[in-house]
């Protein structure tokens, strides 16, 4: 068995798999934000809580920020600024002296896709994973592409315009944060939570036009961008994942999108992206972590 490990915004969720990729059994504790003590005493705690560690053959972790996977050094941390040249992998190594690996979130959830999900057996993908902001993953060749500053895939960094006087960019990530958006129709609808993705969806399957209108906004800035990337990467096939992605109204609404703006700008009919859901979801990260772990184990 295999003990994977998603390090995410809310929850750090965990698994025990096969080498097959099978769950034995699945679990999730709240992740603390308020500093690295406190976050490794909880990350900690999940390996220990495994029973007989002896049976566990390799710990495989997906994480926020840019990982160096050779080094396992994190940069920047996303939305754990503590974790910044954090080594978390090493620390793990030598606390419970097992085999462990370390790899980007988004990059994870590109790679559960490319091993047994929705892009197996395509050479060019881009997995968007819609959350806080947009993770992604970029496949070419087969292979999840890092890049010189092992930054290639992250999306959210993408400037859809800027402020001519101030300079000031707005951001692909900010533009399509699912975060945003569901709270965006929650306030416009006056809910108590203004997280409660169930109940905005809600309104957006029942055609409230309040909800819609926002819900419509947002595919069309997220059409936008899968246009830009199809123009520049030229994929065979976009995975989008992340909790939103179980909506079957999203994918509906991304591919009207993607007609409405090719029908009022004539010049972009040479793209015609193909757009799927993530088969993973949720666990994609989790299935991901593992597939790093196997394919840098066999390396070593």
């Known amino acids: 068995m295999y003990l994977s490990i998603d390090i995410g915004g809310t929850f750090i969720k965990y698994a025990l798999m096969t080498r097959a990729g099978a769950i034995i059994h699945k679990n999730k504790k709240p992740t603390p934000k308020t500093n690295l003590t406190n976050f490794l005493h909880a990350l900690f705690s999940i390996i220990e809580e495994q029973g007989d560690r002896n049976e566990i053959k390799g710990i495989a972790i ?9 080094t396992g050094i994190i940069y920047h941390g996303g939305s754990f600024p503590f974790l910044h040249e954090v080594n978390i992998m090493e620390m793990i190594q030598k606390k419970y002296q097992k085999n462990v690996s370390i790899e980007n979130d988004a990059k994870c959830a590109a790679m559960a896709e490319m091993w047994l999900g929705s892009v197996k057996g395509i050479n060019d993908a881009v997995v968007l994973v819609l959350g806080s902001g947009v993770g992604g993953g970029i496949i070419l060749g087969g292979k999840v592409r890092r890049g010189i500053t092992m930054s290639a895939g992250e999306v959210s960094y ?20 699912a975060v945003e958006m569901v709270r965006q129709i929650a306030g416009a609808k006056q809910l108590e939570n203004l997280t409660d993705g169930e109940a905005v969806f809600e309104f957006i399957n029942n055609q409230d036009e ?6 419509d906004k947002y595919c069309l800035q997220l059409a936008a961008q899968i246009l830009n990337l199809q123009y520049i990467i030229d994929p065979e096939r976009f995975a989008i994942g992340g909790g939103i992605s179980a909506q079957p109204v999203l994918l509906e609404r991304i591919n009207w999108a993607i007609q409405e703006l090719k029908q009022h700008n004539p010049i972009l009919h040479m793209a015609n992206p193909q757009v799927v859901t993530c088969h993973f979801q949720n666990d994609a990260n989790l299935y991901g972590a593992l597939y790093h772990f196997l394919v840098t184990m066999k390396k070593r």
């Open 158 to 177: 993408i400037i859809r315009d800027i402020h001519p006087d101030t300079k000031q960019a707005s951001l692909f990530g900010n533009y399509c944060s």
């Open 62 to 70: 997906s994480c926020p920020g840019i990982v160096d996977v050779e």
């Open 210 to 215: 309040e909800a819609t209108a926002i819900f």
